[in-house]
């Protein structure tokens, strides 16, 4: 069998060699599950390691999008390096806003007021008239890269725009490792398993917690931006609830205690609806009985079959989550 | 008279109709341990949650040194240099021993919330909290999960946690409850070397274990202290013997 | 605004409250009796407006609409309760929100596969079809009013079975403090189904209430159970006095924040959420935590 520290060089090189094997179809489909991917593990960032069931990171998802359609001029590209930084703070500072408001209650209030003010976010862009209202808006041109007129960077190339998906897909995963590693991703998860020890050891678990969750929304939020980007077109549902609760699904698929779960969450979640959508009309139907199933019958996710496949791994980072109710800290 | 580390004066706590804790004074000394005993629901607990900030008072005042703690919160008073140990066991399950104790030590330095470089990095860190693990006696189990120790060895670890946090009061409720002889003995040997250059508050109700410590001894009922002061003066005081020591008193 | 108008729009807002009071009371019976999250809740608002729809059209009585989706809304819950939601308790809420959510989707699909995605209305009964003439050009319809001393009798039911049973005790002392009740000697297996079943039913008769005077469409389940929760977040979970007030409260910002603050009024309610969650963050009528 192989060594363990091959596997993810054996998936990039899978990953990057991909444009070469298949069609452009592909290519977009698998740019988009990163995109999700990317989504799904900002959101564990906060479910998973931080103990906090958020549903409503759809919002900085999509308002991401909102700010990349609105600061497109017209029908030429936005500047990404203009652009990009301002919708993943965008996200990053409403995710501070409704987190600040949200980590002042526990459990299953903290899902109710979270997917309370994500849906406000919804309203904002379907009942206003910023950018088309409930029709949502389009953004023409896709962002680039110019200096002096000189484009380094064009988006539209599908090639190009897969190539920078992987590697920020990299860059979030190497980013969210680092963090997971540092002394503050020990302080939040001890926050997580046990917030009156946390605390009472001198772990400020509020601001540790909303630090954890606006960094999350941020990276929810380059997510989004380059979902827009691809999509050419956002639309309020992009906010919804209803791509909150997806995204969590992909996580759960995934297991909470890892950082690259979620994405294989994504990748198994998008197939399988590609694969249900091609089969029946009524793919929903057949999708909402699946996630039933995966819930009742596999708590830790699929990652949970992994021992049986790779054999059994002693990873600190992968001891699997506690179940109970009392787990649920936030 | 030696320095007062932790001073409380006229707390309240009431729960609805219930006053747990009313108009309760404490001073706890540097260089001291101060025991608080009490029959059960006598608000000892309650005292301590109020001295840690895990329950605000009603009415009162709490000083830490010359600073006025009585609105800080919990983790703000922990990082002033209180420390404590719960009733009922409170570590982090899932995490190892050495994981336990390393983020205690870790909430001290000054470093407790870099977002980069892997935990086990700051040598500062990792040798307080092998030192703490070793006081506790819990070397050579730094590797297993908290919550496969035994019932006693996680008491132990809450304590080394406590200890990794350096702190200058530190409050243990309880700290014997369910352990064994052996391990209880071991446990007074390290709350008796407590001491040395910080302020001990204990709440115990094995009463050799609190004589054998206690410099300081407050009764407490019904919410109330109804005595307070050296062990020996505290066992012969007619209230004491009448509302909780009874005959235990007088062949303790 | 004339006194007239405000009392007309008072009256909506009363109204608007009272039905969110139906729905929401049903989302914490379920949360404060299972400890059970149920994003589903909404989604039998919704299928107990179609069901009205449904049974209306074709029965062409609104008086059956009304028993038969409460009862079948009721036996669903039984069922549903007795299949999926029993293996959800003492599992997190991560468990119960994505196993409701599962729910919400096959929900939507059969309701897509049964009734379709049309926009339909339904008549209120002839007996309450009329309107009462205020002024020249202003009108009430007698079913809002309707709706309000319907739903009245339905809170004060509510109310009674809460503060005289010991079922409602369980309820005032919350889900944190189950084991405290355990020692009643209640058959949780029992009460669990039949209070799901309860509050499943709750939703869809705010659905079938409401139906008359809104209309039915696809996606009207999601903005109740915002709403619901929003109600729940404000009141106090496990507190039904607390729903009443979160749910007026509501009523009152929506009705009278469309009248005075078009442009904003749909957030206004967030907005008094967040101003609640400042000031209590355990709602209105919650338990303190410190
Ligand atoms: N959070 C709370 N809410 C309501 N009542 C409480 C709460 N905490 C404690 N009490 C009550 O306050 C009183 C004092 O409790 P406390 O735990 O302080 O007693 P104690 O002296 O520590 O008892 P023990 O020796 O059994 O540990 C008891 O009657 C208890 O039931
Ligand atoms: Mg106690």
Request: hydrophobic share 55%.
């Given at each position: 069998m192989m060594p363990r520290w091959l596997v993810p060089l054996v998936l990039l090189a899978i990953a990057a060699a991909l444009p070469f094997g298949v069609s452009t179809y592909y290519v977009q489909f698998i740019g988009k599950a990163f995109i999700m991917g990317m989504l799904a593990m900002a959101l564990n960032l906060a479910v998973g390691h931080g103990g906090m069931v958020s549903i409503c990171h759809a919002a900085f998802f999509g308002l991401a999008g909102y700010v990349l359609a609105l600061m497109s001029p017209g029908y030429d590209p936005a500047s990404l390096v203009l652009t990009l930084p301002v919708a993943a703070a965008a996200s990053g500072f409403v995710a501070l806003v409704i987190g600040a408001l949200a980590l002042r209650t526990r459990g299953a209030y903290f899902i109710m007021v979270t997917l309370a003010f994500g849906e406000m976010m919804f309203f904002l862009f379907h009942d206003t008239d910023i950018a088309g209202g409930s029709d949502g808006t389009y953004v023409n041109a896709k962002p680039e890269i110019a200096i002096a007129g000189h484009r380094?960077?064009?988006?539209?190339?599908p090639l190009a725009f897969y190539y920078v998906v992987l590697a920020l897909l990299i860059a979030t995963i190497v980013l969210l490792t680092v963090l997971l590693r540092s002394p503050f991703g020990h302080a939040l998860a001890a926050a997580r398993d046990n917030e009156r020890r946390a605390r009472s050891l001198g772990f400020p678990v509020y601001r540790i917690r909303l630090t954890a969750f606006a960094i999350s929304g941020a990276i929810a939020g380059v997510a989004g931006y380059f979902a827009t980007a691809q999509f050419g077109f956002v639309a309020p549902e992009m906010l919804g609830w209803h791509l909150s609760a997806t995204v969590l699904v992909m996580v759960l698929i995934g297991g909470l205690r890892s950082v690259t779960g979620p994405l294989v969450g994504a990748l198994v979640l998008i197939g399988l609806e590609e694969v249900l959508k091609a089969s029946t009309d009524y793919w929903k139907l057949a999708e909402g009985l699946i996630v039933i199933l995966i819930v009742l019958s596999m708590p830790n996710g699929v990652r949970q079959l992994w021992p049986l496949i790779f054999g059994a791994t002693g990873d600190a980072a992968t001891r699997p989550a506690r179940v109970p109710a009392e787990a649920n800290h936030v | 008279m030696s320095e007062v580390a932790l001073s409380a004066t006229a707390l309240d706590k009431h729960f609805g109709g219930l006053r747990a804790v009313s108009g309760v004074s404490v001073d706890v000394h540097v260089g001291e341990v101060h025991a608080v005993i009490g029959p059960n629901g006598a608000g000892k607990s309650t005292l301590i949650n109020l001295l840690s900030g895990e329950l605000f008072a009603n009415a009162g005042r709490i000083m830490l040194g010359d600073a006025d703690?009585?609105?800080?919160?919990p983790d703000r008073r922990a990082r002033a240099g209180l420390g404590r140990a719960y009733q009922k066991t409170t570590i982090f399950p899932k995490f190892t021993v050495h994981e336990n104790v390393r983020l205690a030590a870790q909430a001290r330095s000054p470093h407790r919330l870099r977002m980069f470089g892997g935990v086990g990095s700051d040598a500062a860190v990792r040798a307080r909290a092998a030192e703490a693990i070793a006081r506790v006696g819990l070397a050579g189990r730094e590797a297993v999960i908290a919550e496969a120790l035994s019932h006693g060895e996680q008491r132990q670890l809450e304590i080394a946690m406590v200890l990794a946090t350096d702190p200058r009061i530190v409050l243990l409720d309880?700290?014997?409850?369910?352990?064994?002889q052996a391990e209880a003995r071991g446990i007074i040997a390290l709350i008796a070397s407590l001491k040395q250059g910080r302020a001990v508050l204990i709440v115990e109700h094995d009463m050799d274990a609190v004589f054998a410590l206690a410099d300081r001894l407050t009764v407490m009922h019904d919410g109330r202290v109804i005595a307070s002061g050296p062990p020996q003066e505290v066992r012969m005081h007619p209230a004491v013997r009448a509302a909780y020591l009874g005959d235990h008193g007088a062949d303790a | 605004m004339d006194l007239v108008t405000f009392g007309v729009q008072l009256l909506n807002a009363v109204q608007y409250g009272m039905v969110l009071f139906l729905v929401a009371s049903g989302l914490t019976l379920v949360f404060g009796i299972l400890g059970v999250i149920n994003l589903a809740h909404g989604a039998f608002y919704m299928l107990g407006a179609y069901l009205a729809y449904w049974i209306a059209t074709y029965t062409g009585s609104f008086a059956l609409a009304m028993a038969g989706g409460v009862a079948i809304a009721f036996v669903v819950g039984l069922l549903l309760e007795t299949v999926f939601i029993r293996r959800l308790y003492g599992r997190d809420h991560l468990a119960q929100v994505l196993l409701s959510f599962g729910l919400i989707l096959s929900i939507d699909e059969a309701r897509e596969i049964l009734f379709g995605k049309d926009v339909h209305s339904v008549a209120p009964p002839a007996w309450l079809a009329g309107s009462f003439q205020l002024t020249d050009n202003l009108s009430y319809p007698v079913y809002r009013l309707a709706i309000c001393a319907f739903c009245l009798v339905v809170a004060a039911l509510i109310f009674l079975v809460v503060t005289r049973t010991r079922i409602g005790m369980i309820v005032r002392a919350g889900a944190e403090n189950r084991e405290m009740t355990?020692?009643?000697?209640?058959r949780f297996d029992v009460v669990n189904r039949y209070v799901f079943a309860v509050g499943i039913a709750l939703a869809a008769l705010g659905g079938i209430v409401v139906a008359p005077v809104s209309t039915v469409f696809p996606g009207m389940g999601d903005g109740m159970l915002i709403l619901s929760f929003v109600v729940v977040v404000l009141g106090g979970i496990g507190s039904v006095a607390g729903a009443a007030i979160g749910a007026l409260l509501i009523g009152l910002t929506d009705t009278f924040g469309k009248v005075f603050f078009p442009s904003v009024s749909s957030v206004l309610i967030y907005v008094l959420m967040a101003a609640v969650l400042l000031w209590r963050p355990n709602g209105i009528l919650g338990r303190r935590e410190v």
């Open positions: 380094l960077l064009d988006l539209a190339s | 703690i009585t609105r800080l919160a309880e700290p014997l409850a369910g352990m064994g | 355990r020692v009643l000697g209640i």
